[in-house]
């Protein structure tokens, strides 16, 4: 089927989505380009979780992701205060079902589109109100195993990148040790990081997103944007992903006095040798994963 779209990633082009819905959508104004583009992106970040799982996607990059044990409104809370400026006008995503506390908690911010499996009759009626939002309930996403992009006049084919290097296989390059009670944030920042553009860089601490750095062309500024949107929530015990290795040891330069206490990253640079001692010198521990995760 097609559906016919009010214009593309701007009024003065013309777009459609076309395929077999496997989605509802519930109430709210009519589906925009964007949103939809924004929809995907919120849903591959949720669904590389099987905790409970919230993201809120802007311009096709995650501004706040939280997990935690239980699905609870606390959960959109977190994600929210992760960057609350950037999350104006978001596009949020669940990998559970949204209940009333959680719809509560959403209503008074203005929001595009809230994605879940399902609504509770409480949370939708909350929605209600707000006849502009839309809900999509997709109660079995699916993501596509395979990608397609246009390039020079053909087609880019590739897998999707829906690996995830486990930790038993990640190595500790440094001699600070990693600190204990570590390895959750490090999975979570790390699994986050493939979905940020490249270059892309995530602060990450008891299962939230603090700073995330995104489509830079220098690695060091993602670093140092990733900081300024830390901003106070710094705390011992912050761990960094990259999605790419660091090519200068200016990147941990930066972490100096942060609160970061451990970096994950692909590792593989000419200069590892640098960034490694950098490391060691601020008393930092760093994990090799011998993955990347590009996005662009």
């Not at 519930?26 to 979780?49: C, R």
């Not at 879940?116 to 502009?132: D, Q, R, V, W």
Request: with cysteine.
């Amino acid at each position: 089927s097609t559906m016919p779209l009010r214009y593309g990633e701007n009024p003065h082009q013309k777009a459609a989505w076309c395929g077999t819905p496997s989605w509802t959508i519930l109430q709210g104004k009519e589906l925009s380009f964007n949103n939809l583009l924004d929809a995907e992106s919120a849903l591959g970040v949720v669904a590389e979780f099987k905790k409970p799982c919230i993201t809120i996607v802007k311009h096709n990059n995650p501004c706040g992701v939280a997990v935690g044990q239980s699905p609870t409104a606390d959960i959109f809370t977190r994600a929210f205060g992760a960057d609350s400026q950037s999350a104006f006008g978001g596009i949020v995503a669940a990998n559970f079902t949204v209940d009333q506390k959680m719809a509560e908690a959403m209503s008074p911010i203005f929001l595009e589109v809230v994605m879940a499996p399902e609504f509770s009759p409480e949370a939708l009626e909350i929605f209600g109100k707000k006849k502009n939002l839309r809900l999509i309930r997709w109660p079995h996403p699916s993501r596509a195993n395979i990608e397609v992009r246009r390039a020079l006049g053909g087609w880019l084919v590739q897998e999707a990148d829906t690996k995830v290097t486990p930790p038993p296989t990640w190595n500790v390059v440094t001699k600070t040790s990693l600190p204990p009670g570590i390895d959750e944030d490090l999975r979570f920042a790390w699994s986050v990081c493939k979905h940020v553009r490249s270059n892309a860089i995530v602060l990450a601490k008891d299962g939230v997103t603090l700073g995330i750095g995104a489509g830079q062309m220098s690695r060091v500024d993602s670093v140092e944007i990733a900081i300024k949107k830390a901003g106070g929530k710094f705390a011992s015990g912050t761990v960094l992903a990259s999605d790419a290795f660091f090519p200068f040891r200016d990147n941990i330069d930066k972490l100096k006095g942060t609160g970061v206490t451990a970096v994950v990253q692909p590792g593989g640079s000419q200069r590892d040798a640098e960034v490694i001692e950098a490391c060691n010198e601020a008393g930092i521990a760093m994990v090799f994963t011998g993955q990347r995760h590009f996005r662009h």
